[in-house]
């Protein structure tokens, strides 16, 4: 039976990742895989992950099973992060293994409740969502994003794309920090969102996988909060890997927002849907989020370490965008000082791309996606030097 596997698409991250790690040059970068660096290149471990780890090595009791919706203290403390509040009577939430998990059991969710449902999601938009939604054979749609000249979104597009948008269908959105691109929504324009998804009958779903990353812990979720106030269904993918850098915990949560009466129902399902697939979900990186959000010490130092991330990563921005006006002698890269997140798209062809990797041994995805957190101070200006010598 085995013998009728046929290959299956490579990851071409993945595939990059391995040519990175090929290539011997010792002056290297690496901007393709989207995991936060430090200056020195590492993934560090947070300060209020380290000690909230020790404080559950030296108190935890049992490793036995948490409930199929995960722990009930977890999903409070991620409503109320992403949500400010957390809109009890509406709200039904679980656990997942990571923003990856969440999506897809958002995505199992829709053809459940929906299977005729079409998905929007926007062009550009992570390879993931696409990859998930073709396996599970859910019709999708695209709607624009990028403005490929000016590198900023293009809402007259997008809303133009969206007005095609039926009772029943889904928006697929990205909360902030838009991956790959970098370019996000303003408050205006998700009121904009809102107002059409009201009047369509269209459902929001919203992936926020960088929380924290962009303008701060309550700017990044603004919009999320104004569509959930706004819309009476709401499907929520939170992950936990970029802003605890907790990433091979594999921790995130699933929130849906549904009118009260059928709250129990939809609880339920989410339950249900967590068995199906992997029964009880993953509880270690979910206990540390926890007691990190809810110990005042551990989640002032976790804040306090996040926007060290987040400014640094801003300043990172700032220093390239002005290298390359210095070197350009125009602000057409000013861009991507007004990105926000890990990534920035630059607009260069798959030919420039190419060239950076093999003549600069820089590398970033074929789309020219780049990951700001793979840069450092001493990396920006050879990364605007090879920008300009390869014509982008």
């Known amino acids: 039976m085995l013998g009728n596997l046929k290959p299956q698409p490579a990851d071409k991250i993945l595939q990059l990742m391995g040519q990175f790690r090929a290539d011997p040059r010792e002056d290297k970068i690496d901007l393709g895989v989207g ?22 090595w030296e108190t935890e009791t049992t490793k036995s099973y948490t409930g199929l919706a995960g722990d009930p203290a977890f999903n409070a403390a991620m409503a109320t992060l992403v949500l400010g509040e957390a809109l009890s009577d509406r709200l039904s939430s679980v656990a997942t293994p990571g923003g990856t998990g969440a999506c897809r059991q958002a995505f199992e969710l829709i053809r459940l409740a929906n299977p005729e449902a079409a998905l929007w999601v926007s062009d550009p938009t992570w390879p993931n969502h696409l990859s998930i939604l073709n396996y599970l054979k859910i019709p999708t749609k695209p709607y624009r994003y990028f403005d490929g000249e000016t590198r900023a979104v293009d809402f007259d597009g997008m809303m133009a794309d969206l007005a095609a948008v039926k009772a029943g269908d889904v928006v697929l959105l990205h909360g902030c920090c838009h991956n790959p691109t970098g370019a996000n929504l303003t408050l205006p324009e998700w009121r904009a969102v809102a107002d059409l998804c009201e009047k369509t009958g269209a459902m929001p779903m919203i992936d926020i996988a960088y929380q924290g990353f962009g303008d701060g812990l309550d700017d990044d979720a603004a919009g999320v909060r104004l569509i959930a106030e706004r819309l009476p269904e709401v499907l929520i993918a939170a992950s936990c890997s970029k802003n605890f850098g907790i990433y091979r915990e594999r921790t ?26 992997y029964s009880f979900p993953p509880d270690h990186g979910a206990r540390l989020v926890t007691m990190i959000l809810e110990d005042p010490a551990l989640r002032g130092d976790w804040q306090a370490e996040l926007e060290e991330m987040r400014l640094g990563m801003l300043g990172l921005r700032e220093q390239l965008a002005k290298e ?53 101070a001493k990396s920006v200006p050879v990364l605007a030097s090879a920008i300009l010598d390869v014509g982008i």
């Open 252 to 277: 995130g949560a699933l929130i849906a927002l549904s009118e009260p009466a059928k709250r129990e129902v939809t609880q339920g399902t989410l339950a249900f849907l967590n068995r199906q697939n």
């Open 324 to 376: 390359l006006r210095t070197l350009s002698g125009s602000d057409r890269f000013g861009f991507i000082a007004e990105h926000r997140g890990m990534f920035s798209r630059l607009g260069a062809s798959p030919e420039q791309v190419e060239r950076l990797k093999s003549e600069h041994g820089i590398y970033m995805v074929g789309d020219s996606r780049l990951n700001i957190a793979g840069l450092n």
């Open 35 to 56: 995991v936060y660096k430090s200056a020195d290149g590492v993934t560090p471990v947070m300060r209020a992950v380290k000690a909230a780890e020790k404080q559950l």
